[in-house]
């Protein structure tokens, strides 16, 4: 459409008339600064004077059609003293990055943006749009399933998958919603009944649960479409996202408790590290950097604290149950999973709910523990003194208080509020490098913006111009008004 054109020309093109279709392009009077950027718009000028650009332009034909088959021209009758002290420029152009973001990193001097970036993002989405070839030998994934299509496992199918954090047998899938077109992440619980309906009723709280540090819940239903009774949990899709195990310990340290590799995120050396699951002053593994630990813990403790508040529990807070997107983003997954599976074994609501948020809080310690020790074993109860001793060497007092007092939350009684305080002014810090990545994304989305904007316009263009089965139509380019679309493009 005309007013699309327009749109990316930098500006609204004025349509007095109710008429916007081919063949009526209202045609702004180019010596009246057509391409100005908001030249129509009201605007406040620096000396304070409003200014309506809109009253100083009137419609001017004469009462007769000109050559261009009555489309008005425009001419200003009056500019005000203000107004005459600012300029626009007739076209908009990418002028570098803004500069409170230029000194922050040594941005490259091309017109995209990041090539780290750009590999990430291409990354999600190449992720995002797997499927299952046709060649495969996984016939047991239906075709459709209760409103989903095209499923692909995101985690081994087969029997080598255990039963895990839940205490069955468990497989994720990725799907797509057959009414709104978005991928979700399925989680399949194998062989489970529902004995009731009301065990469904924590599911409406978790669907209110929105916080940037879990994984919503979407939707809860049973199927038989696997050939059993299967119970499937509809959560918020990450592509490209991997639990915390994955990326700081491999699966064999998960599986049988051995040893840990160095982590690739580096960090300072330590000669109290764990090797073969044991502490030896003999090994250099690499420790964690704190303040990547403390990025952790303020993002784990502030989705812990959302959803206590909600009068919730995650219960299951494990390293294999927390996804990683980017390079320091956690999530907690697989939430409200537990409250249906163990909906037969809560006598009290109340109380049981006090107990499994300090357990939380517990998981939580565990949790840091092994993430300072880069070990998994650091949390064996024979192992407990050895991992604190090695924290004390290699960390600062804070985290080490914090890591103790989280452990023996359930004899203290503690609460997530109670832990709070003892982050302390880390706080900043996390809210300052949010807010520098904002401003680093906003200035990789200022490139792209003018990119989007001139393909848009081609694209545009492309369509209207040199179309030769419509040649002797006087609406189209050679010979109709669209002609001064191909001059604005050509000069």
């Not at 990725?174 to 062989?191: C, E, F, P």
């Not at 050396?269 to 690499?286: A, I, V, W």
């Not at 939580?364 to 300072?372: D, F, K, P, T």
């Amino acid at each position: 459409r005309s007013s699309d054109l327009g749109r990316d020309y930098g500006q609204g093109v004025p349509n007095p008339s109710s008429q916007n279709v081919y063949g009526r392009v209202k045609v702004p009077n180019p010596g009246a600064h057509a391409f100005v950027p908001g030249m129509y718009a009201s605007y406040n000028s620096p000396d304070g004077t409003y200014v309506n650009h809109s009253e100083n332009y009137h419609q001017h034909s004469g009462g007769q059609p000109d050559a261009m088959g009555g489309a008005p021209y425009y001419y200003p009758t009056h500019t005000s003293s203000s107004a005459a002290m600012v300029a626009f420029p007739d076209v908009r152009v990418y002028t570098g990055p803004p500069s409170h973001v230029a000194h922050l990193t040594s941005t490259q001097t091309g017109y995209g943006m990041v090539e780290e970036l750009r590999h990430d993002l291409i990354q999600r989405q190449i992720a995002g749009q797997s499927y299952v070839s046709s060649s495969s030998e996984m016939t047991d994934i239906p075709q459709e399933l209760e409103g989903y299509h095209s499923l692909c496992p995101l985690e081994p199918t087969g029997k080598e998958n255990g039963v895990g954090v839940f205490g069955c047998k468990t497989t994720c899938y990725k799907a797509i919603n057959t009414k709104n077109s978005v991928t979700y992440a399925l989680r399949r619980i194998h062989g489970f009944r529902l004995s009731s309906a009301r065990s469904l009723q924590r599911v409406e709280q978790w669907k209110k649960m929105n916080h940037p540090n879990v994984v919503s819940l979407r939707e809860v239903f049973t199927t038989k479409h696997f050939g059993d009774h299967s119970l499937v949990f509809t959560h918020d899709y990450h592509p490209g996202a991997e639990t915390l195990a994955n990326h700081h310990f491999n699966l064999r340290s998960i599986q049988q408790g051995g040893p840990t590799p160095p982590s690739s995120m580096g960090g300072a050396r330590s000669s109290h590290s764990f090797s073969s699951g044991t502490p030896s002053t003999s090994t250099t593994t690499s420790l964690l950097p704190e303040n990547l630990i403390w990025t952790y813990c303020i993002q784990l403790t502030a989705a812990v604290k959302a959803i206590h508040e909600q009068g919730l529990a995650v219960r299951a807070l494990d390293v294999t149950k927390i996804l990683i997107t980017g390079k320091t983003r956690l999530r907690l997954n697989c939430v409200g999973i537990m409250d249906v599976l163990t909906f037969n074994q809560t006598p009290g609501p109340g109380a049981l709910l006090v107990r499994h948020q300090h357990e939380d809080l517990m998981a939580l310690g565990h949790i840091l523990l092994a993430l300072a020790c880069n070990s998994l074993a650091a949390n064996r109860q024979d192992q407990l003194h050895k991992s604190l001793e090695t924290i004390t060497l290699s960390y600062s007092p804070d985290l080490k208080n914090l890591i103790v007092c989280l452990l023996s939350s359930q004899q203290s009684m503690r609460t997530i509020a109670d832990i709070m305080p003892m982050i302390g002014a880390r706080f900043y810090t996390q809210i300052e490098n949010s807010l520098v990545q904002s401003d680093l994304m906003e200035a990789e989305l200022l490139k792209e913006m003018e990119n989007g904007r001139l393909f848009r316009l081609l694209a545009k263009l492309g369509v209207i111009n040199e179309r030769p089965e419509f040649q002797m139509d006087p609406s189209w380019s050679e010979t109709g008004d669209r002609y001064l679309l191909k001059l604005f493009r050509d000069y």
